[in-house]
């Protein structure tokens, strides 16, 4: 064989074999409770958008993921902060998906975390102003919603190196409809690995709530148990409200095992910038995970950082001939 064909033929050989593994191997970003920075300290929340868009390529980043509270307090500053940064991220086309918190609806006052007057349970369900801001048609990833035109629970779609990945946002202590309603959309997408967005879920001592907040509707343990552990291919569940960082692992009634990630640190000098870090090698089964914040270059040193290994990756199956 000529010495400069074999030369060109393993450079090639090594260049696909780099890109493969550049495809096995991705990040997916995780915004915490991002409430107190856009209310006390903007260039925190601009710090973390500002090392997303330079390291999309360097980090193969497919998705981004907020676990809601991405406001303060429900009023127009505060949804035009948060848009203009998430402009960004339309811009250079990556796809996103927001949970909504109890702070980003008409729960909370314009101006106060306090309750806002009238009953607060139908409160929790307005959500004009985050709509107004975040339509559907914003979101390049979204493939449906609960209700027409709301993206208060809605479901999006991606892939890595042909595995497929489902992600469902869900309203805070959801209302039994959107339970139903993410269960049928799981069913439908048994070829995708799910990941469950919602604001409330592990307690700081990593366990599931089992209560309500005093003003949503079903508690999270009751979502646990009638859509989380029924469906095989969810892998994992990511949520905020509560301080500061947990990790449950759950096995599901098909023998699946499931990760239950917390992170918040809204009363952490602002939220100090972080974001959870979600580091996949899906040829090694891995996915290993930190808190960084770009805003102080620093990754917590804590029990926040862990590795998972032997991830069960639901893998399309191929057409019989």
Same mark, same amino acid.
Request: with cysteine.
């Given at each position: $064989?000529?010495?400069?064909?074999?030369?060109?033929?393993?450079?090639?050989?090594?260049?696909?074999?780099?890109?493969?593994?550049?495809?096995?191997?991705?990040?997916?970003?995780?915004?915490? &409770?991002?409430?107190?920075?856009?209310?006390?300290?903007?260039?925190?929340?601009?710090?973390?958008?500002?090392?997303? !868009?330079?390291?999309?390529?360097?980090?193969?980043?497919?998705?981004?993921?907020?676990?809601?509270?991405?406001?303060?307090?429900?009023?127009?500053?505060?949804? %035009?902060?948060?848009?203009?940064?998430?402009?960004?991220? &339309?811009?250079?086309?990556?796809?996103?998906?927001?949970?909504?918190?109890?702070?980003?609806? *008409?729960?909370?006052? *314009?101006?106060?975390?306090?309750?806002?007057?009238?009953?607060?349970?139908?409160?929790?369900?307005? =959500?004009?102003?985050?709509?107004?801001?975040?339509?559907?048609?914003?979101?390049?990833?979204?493939?449906?919603?609960? *209700?027409?035109?709301?993206?208060?629970?809605?479901?999006?779609?991606?892939? =890595? %190196?042909?595995?497929?990945?489902?992600?469902?946002?869900?309203?805070?202590?959801?209302?039994?409809?959107?339970?139903?309603?993410?269960?049928?959309?799981?069913?439908?997408?048994?070829?995708?690995?799910?990941?469950?967005?919602?604001?409330?879920?592990? =307690?700081?001592?990593? *366990?599931?709530?089992?209560?309500?907040?005093?003003?949503?509707?079903?508690?999270?343990?009751? $979502?646990?148990?009638? !859509?989380?552990?029924?469906?095989?291919?969810?892998?994992?569940?990511?949520?905020?409200?509560? $301080?500061?960082?947990?990790?449950?692992?759950?096995?599901?009634?098909?023998?699946?095992?499931?990760?239950?990630?917390?992170?918040?640190?809204?009363?952490?000098?602002?939220?100090?910038?972080?974001?959870?870090?979600?580091?996949?090698?899906?040829? %090694?089964?891995?996915?290993?995970?930190?808190?960084?914040?770009?805003?102080?270059? &620093?990754?917590?040193?804590?029990?926040?950082?862990?590795?998972?290994? &032997?991830?069960?990756?639901?893998?399309?199956? $191929?057409?019989?001939?």
């Amino acid at each position: $064989m000529n010495i400069k064909f074999h030369n060109l033929l393993a450079l090639i050989l090594l260049l696909v074999g780099s890109i493969h593994t550049q495809a096995q191997q991705f990040t997916l970003p995780v915004f915490p &409770d991002s409430q107190s920075e856009i209310d006390g300290n903007y260039r925190m929340f601009e710090s973390q958008f500002d090392w997303i !868009l330079a390291n999309k390529d360097k980090l193969n980043i497919p998705f981004v993921l907020h676990v809601g509270d991405v406001v303060n307090f429900d009023n127009l500053s505060q949804w %035009e902060t948060a848009s203009l940064q998430f402009d960004r991220l &339309d811009r250079a086309g990556i796809p996103y998906a927001i949970s909504l918190g109890n702070h980003d609806t *008409e729960a909370v006052g *314009e101006y106060s975390g306090s309750a806002a007057p009238g009953n607060v349970n139908q409160n929790l369900r307005k =959500t004009a102003k985050f709509n107004s801001y975040f339509p559907p048609s914003r979101f390049i990833a979204q493939r449906g919603r609960y *209700e027409a035109g709301k993206s208060d629970n809605a479901y999006y779609t991606f892939q =890595t %190196e042909g595995i497929n990945w489902l992600v469902i946002s869900l309203e805070f202590c959801p209302r039994q409809g959107p339970i139903n309603w993410a269960g049928d959309v799981i069913k439908a997408h048994h070829e995708y690995n799910v990941i469950i967005l919602t604001h409330y879920h592990l =307690t700081g001592k990593g *366990e599931i709530a089992d209560r309500n907040a005093g003003y949503g509707d079903f508690s999270p343990q009751y $979502m646990h148990d009638r !859509l989380v552990k029924v469906y095989p291919n969810v892998r994992f569940v990511l949520s905020g409200h509560v $301080m500061s960082s947990a990790l449950k692992i759950g096995k599901g009634d098909q023998g699946n095992t499931y990760y239950q990630l917390l992170q918040n640190y809204q009363n952490d000098d602002f939220g100090g910038g972080y974001l959870r870090l979600l580091h996949f090698d899906l040829e %090694e089964k891995t996915v290993s995970a930190e808190m960084y914040s770009p805003y102080y270059k &620093d990754t917590k040193a804590d029990s926040s950082t862990y590795q998972l290994t &032997d991830l069960d990756i639901v893998r399309p199956k $191929m057409p019989r001939n």
